[in-house]
């Protein structure tokens, strides 16, 4: 009697045993399903951030810190809704990255403070690394070198870096420009110097084609300068012309430059709008269109740290924290007008990327948005 009731108790446990391993293995089963179903295309988690992210054909190049550690990590992205790491790189130092693609070689540029103790304009560093990703698996460094300073507002055209140096995070020496040629990739060249002057600040800046089209400010005024950089050992301006508002970034297209201005309004609350002027004649430049925008100062967003507004066919866009994308119809320059975004729950950690046709954006839960552009 007693070995039938424990036969009976044991078939129960072996049986209710099973059904929760079976269920555990269904479950399972189902968590990764509906993990890679909900998931495709991740690249980061909780733990990590993207700290610049460049897309060049079908790869993607993120620069991010993950388990405080940055990695440089390139991902296959050639099917958009499920994107595969297949290459990763450990970066030398621990400070914000950028980088930037070009063929088969990628520039990382690092920043580190060597002397903690020391004066501030001689303790930051910026290194750069330059990656032959010919084989993306397995991308590999062929130099390195370290320049003083932080570099800032990056720019590149025809094997050729240009970037505002700063000695001191707290701006109390002067900024000034740098080009650097990298037609060689082995043999990276100083080749031109900007300088501003004592009192004064160079911001952000465009180049397109021969020339870069600079914000230069001092404690009374803002200017736009014009500056041909046709032979970077010899930078000539072409004209500085004094700006009416606050300009925060500035980017051309065609015959216009679009600038991006703070404006405050009567209850004292800071606010973004955009200007635009006519520069098919250097000079005189000609206010042509404005607009002023609901967007609050604080909420707008760079892509890839280094633009916060991009222009294509005569579209404005802008990244609104609180909002997503903004798009602009400046197709007639004259009366610019808002119409319909993209809303979106950006990433304000990660940074976003634009190629002139799609914009890649970093979502809250760190997932990979592409947005193609129409005409």
Known sequence: MWGEKNNIKGSIILT?????????????????LS???????KLINKKSYVSDLFVSGNYAYATMNSWNKNILKIFDISNPSSLREIGNYNLKKDGPESIFVSGNYAYLFEEYRVNSSGPISGGFRTLLEILDISNPSSPREIESKVYQGLF????????????KIIYDPNFSSPSHLEI????????????????????????????????????????RSSYLKILNIS????????????????????????NYAYFLYSFFDKDSNRFYGIKIFNISNSSPLKEIGDIKTNIGFFKIISVSGKKSIYVSNGYVYILDESYGLRIINATNPTSPKEIVGEPFEIN?????????KEFYLMNKTGSLKIIKLKN
């Not at 209710?16 to 990764?32: A, T």
């Not at 043999?187 to 160079?202: A, D, L, R």
């Open 16 to 32: 209710m045993s099973l059904i929760i391993l079976i269920l555990l293995i269904i479950f399972g089963i189902y968590y990764i």
């Open 348 to 356: 304000r950690s990660s940074k976003n990327f634009f190629n002139e």
């Open 180 to 219: 650097l040629d990298v037609s060689d990739p082995t043999s990276p060249k100083e080749v031109g110097t900007y300088n501003s002057s004592k009192g004064s600040s160079i911001g952000e800046f465009f180049v397109l084609g021969n020339k870069l089209y600079l914000l230069y400010s001092n404690q």
């Open 35 to 41: 993990y890679q179903h909900h998931n495709p295309n």
């Open 152 to 163: 800032r507002e990056i720019s590149f055209r025809q094997k050729k870096f240009i970037y």
């Open 231 to 254: 032979e970077p050992s010899s930078l000539k301006e072409l004209i500085s012309y004094k700006l009416k508002v606050q300009p925060e970034d500035i980017f051309v297209s065609n």
